[in-house]
């Protein structure tokens, strides 16, 4: 979760009016991989939470069925 891209010289921009972006892995228990991510940014500095990141955490857990079979 990064509250201003601006600050942080990790973010890649993808879009110039990015102010805040959170991205959450999608990782199977079994093996630790990530195979996918939940990517959501904002135009809005400080726009996430910790509950928006708990929210989106559950959401990618909830998907896992989806893309994971036995």
Do not use: K
Request: net charge negative; charged share 20%; proline share 4%.
């Amino acid at each position: 979760m990064v509250n201003d891209v601006s600050i942080d010289v990790r973010y890649l921009t993808a879009f110039g009016s990015t102010r805040s972006e959170i991205i959450i892995p999608v990782l199977p228990s079994q093996d630790g991989r990530v195979i996918g991510t939940i990517d959501v940014e904002s135009e809005h500095a400080n726009a996430f939470s910790q509950r928006d990141q708990d929210l989106l955490t559950e959401c990618a857990q909830a998907a896992l069925p989806l893309w994971v079979t036995d």
